[in-house]
């Protein structure tokens, strides 16, 4: 056995008990002829104090003697288990330490360290994730990490109390929905086929037999955009309900919201704790505006965009700063909805028209959350009409024919139907205070990531 005891299992009462313990060598000093180790592992951190004893053998003092000299010299993030008495200490960190009697290394590490795990020297996110097995070491690194699991566990459960069925949709695929030039190609099996950039098309097709369906699962885009919110490689978190239409859909996203948020008060403290942040309370209903409303809002403030297009970070930015100070966020979050339709992909359902900006614009039954100036989340109603679906993709320039192994379920039965994605690391930023969605990723792919 490698352990017997986990380190935070160590209790002061377990006092004059003999323990084998393992982890990392966290730091190692000597004072005198007293050699202090600080183990560490996922539980936490305890002091060992190595020390010839006055009352034993000979024999027994000079192995002591050895040891001390030993355990000083052992390089720091050496994995080793220590075999040693528990010892009430009130000076210790929680009032315990172990008197160590022996230690076997189990793997030495070099030195010196590639990247300081004591996290006493700041180093930049590019050497942190260039050195991520390490960095994950760090309670501030591994705090983002329990965050994002603690996340998909309050989404998953709250999903299932609405009776959804977590489903796993193909990731090889023959086309995509999100835009061409963002797939990534593979060669599969002599035929040209992508990675998924969204489950879109197949979660469409479940809620035809499952009715409410959710996926958690990684979506790829290679996306241009060196930005702090953009990888190559997200989790992609789903939602698609029959018999639904956006309003339905949008509610259950605020829960999850909301959900997330609370879960991370309630289970996730310690590691808010880490990171020194307290996520924004979400009250609800989100405030909800228009498309309509957001660019009259901008217009007065002296930005004009073309009616009907969409917004980038600066508008955002400008849009989110004047909705705050009306008080019309929840901790920030605001949904945007009803989008001009030809901004919006193909499956989107077609809305009513109405002047913007002096254009006649044909709106869709659409939403954007937002926090601050950053997507988390879209969806819409989706066309569940076959005739409709082909008109929308023509005039975006689609091939129907490509997309016949689609359309033709909806000639048998296809439910009216709502549906939304959310990125899991961007919805980390509001929630755990992180400024690069590639710190809620164990190992982030981006423009210029593929390695660790
Ligand atoms: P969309 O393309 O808006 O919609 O993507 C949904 C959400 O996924 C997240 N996201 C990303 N996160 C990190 N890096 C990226 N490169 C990236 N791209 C997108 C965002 C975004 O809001 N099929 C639709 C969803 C639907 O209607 O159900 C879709 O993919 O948080």
């Known amino acids: 056995k490698y352990r017997e005891f986990k380190i935070s299992e160590i209790t002061p009462e377990m006092e004059g008990k003999e323990v084998k313990i393992a982890g990392w060598v966290h730091s190692v000093r000597r004072v005198g002829k007293i050699a202090f180790l600080v183990l560490r592992d996922y539980t936490g951190l305890i002091q060992v104090t190595f020390r010839v004893p006055k009352d034993a053998s000979d024999e027994e003092k000079e192995r002591m003697k050895e040891l001390v000299k030993k355990v000083t010299q052992i390089p720091l993030e050496s994995v080793v288990a220590v075999k040693g008495v528990v010892r009430r200490d009130p000076r210790a960190p929680r009032g315990v330490e172990i008197a160590g009697k022996e230690i076997e290394i ?4 070099k030195s010196p360290l590639p990247l300081d795990v004591s996290g ?82 197949y979660k469409e097709l479940l809620t035809s037999s499952l009715e409410y369906v959710f996926e958690i699962a990684p979506a790829w885009r290679h996306e241009e955009s060196d930005t702090p919110y953009h990888l190559a490689e997200f989790i992609s978190v789903d939602i698609e309900m029959a018999f639904a239409d956006y309003e339905d859909v949008m509610k259950v996203l605020e829960n999850v919201v909301k959900n997330v948020r609370d879960a991370f008060v309630r289970e996730g403290s310690k590691w808010l704790e880490v990171l020194n942040y307290q996520p924004p309370e979400v009250n609800l209903p989100i405030p909800r505006i228009s498309y309509k409303e957001a660019w009259e809002i901008l217009k007065a403030e002296g930005i004009e965009i073309e009616p009907g297009e969409d917004f980038g970070t600066p508008e955002l930015r400008k849009l989110s700063e004047v909705l705050e100070k009306e008080g019309k966020t929840s901790g920030g979050f605001y949904f945007i909805v009803e989008w001009p339709a030809d901004a919006r ?6 809305g009513r028209k109405e002047e913007i900006g002096g254009k006649e614009i044909y709106l869709s039954e659409s939403f954007d959350l937002n926090w601050k100036h950053l997507e988390i989340s879209s969806g819409s109603t989706r066309i569940h009409k076959r005739a409709e679906l082909e008109e929308e993709m023509k005039a975006r320039g689609l091939n129907p024919q ?44 981006d423009m210029k990531r593929l390695v660790p």
């Open 402 to 445: 490509s997309f016949e192994w689609y359309l033709k379920w909806f000639d048998y039965g296809m439910p009216p139907h709502a549906g939304w994605g959310m990125g899991l690391q961007r919805l980390m930023v509001p929630l755990t205070g992180i400024p690069n969605v590639r710190l809620a990723a164990s190992f982030p792919r």
């Open 106 to 109: 189990l793997n030495e590490a």
């Open 120 to 201: 006493k020297v700041d180093a930049h996110i590019d050497t942190r994730l260039s050195n991520r097995p390490i960095d994950l070491r760090r309670p501030e690194s591994q705090a983002v990490l329990r965050l994002v699991s603690i996340a998909t566990k309050a989404i998953r459960s709250y999903l299932y109390t609405l009776d959804f069925t977590e489903v796993f949709t193909p990731k090889i695929i023959a086309s995509g929905t999100e835009g061409g030039a963002q797939m990534v190609p593979v060669f599969y099996f002599g035929k040209n086929a992508f990675l998924a950039q969204s489950p879109q098309l």
């Open 345 to 350: 992909p193909f499956y989107t359902k077609r």
